[in-house]
């Protein structure tokens, strides 16, 4: 496989659940990345980890958890979610955290979330 | 103010029309910008970075006017596969903070 994978790709859970969405790359890539893409809005970042640290989180509410095992795999793990959180979650990729800044990002196909 | 502006569209042009987009960004400290292209229900990919001194690839061309403040795309001889979205994305340089427009809505007719 190559470039940035994402699964599920598509995801209903009720607002008691607790899901996680999982996302690799095979790029050799250091830098990984949470967006939200909402309908009509602009994308909304989420998290940043370069080399499994994190360096920011945009004011996310704690309902959403992210996790990076290791450079090449990064979790956001989901629970008691809100209606208005139903959206497209994109993970992404950069050689480091100063390339996008270069290169622009990698984005994985996304997950369509929908809370119920 | 949002940090990136676009005009949504919807632009509907026929094949072979050249169409133009314009992107405004509030911070002047901006360094980096992009062209993102969205295909329905599908992950932005990167159509171009945009230069200081203008850019072309193929049939499209990239340019940055700082003084007013926008970066624009231009594309020649429109394709029925052009039809998406397309996004433009600024970085201060300064952060891992990237700023998407709301996307621009392209539909070529044949």
């Known amino acids: 496989e190559t470039g940035v994978t994402q699964t599920p790709r598509h995801l209903v859970m009720g607002m008691t659940n607790k899901k996680s969405l999982k996302c690799e790359q095979h790029l050799g890539h250091n830098a990984m990345y949470w967006y939200k893409q909402s309908a009509k809005k602009p994308l909304e970042l989420m998290f940043v980890y370069s080399l499994e640290e994190r360096v920011e989180n945009n004011s996310v509410p704690s309902r959403f958890s992210p996790e990076c095992p290791n450079s090449s795999h990064l979790f956001l793990h989901l629970h008691t979610l809100q209606p208005e959180d139903s959206a497209l979650y994109l993970c992404?990729?950069?050689?480091?955290?100063?390339?996008?800044?270069?290169?622009?990002?990698?984005f994985g196909s996304g997950t369509r979330l929908t809370v119920v | 103010r949002k940090e990136v502006e676009q005009d949504p569209g919807p632009f509907n042009v026929p094949e072979g029309a050249t169409v133009a987009f314009n992107c405004t960004y509030s911070?002047?400290?901006?360094?980096?910008f992009f062209w993102y292209r969205q295909d329905c229900r599908k992950e932005p990919k990167l159509l171009m970075s945009?230069?200081?001194s203008g850019n072309e690839d193929g049939r499209f061309t990239a340019q940055l006017n700082r003084a007013s403040q926008y970066i624009s795309l231009l594309i020649r001889d429109s394709k029925l596969s052009d039809s998406a979205t397309y996004l433009c994305?600024?970085?201060?340089?300064?952060?891992?903070?990237?700023?998407f427009g709301t996307g621009t809505s392209l539909t070529v007719i044949p």
């Open positions: 911070n002047s400290a901006s360094q980096s």
């Open positions: 992404a990729s950069s050689p480091g955290t100063g390339e996008p800044q270069i290169y622009g990002y990698t």
């Open positions: 994305v600024v970085n201060t340089n300064t952060g891992n903070q990237f700023y």
């Open positions: 945009v230069y200081s």
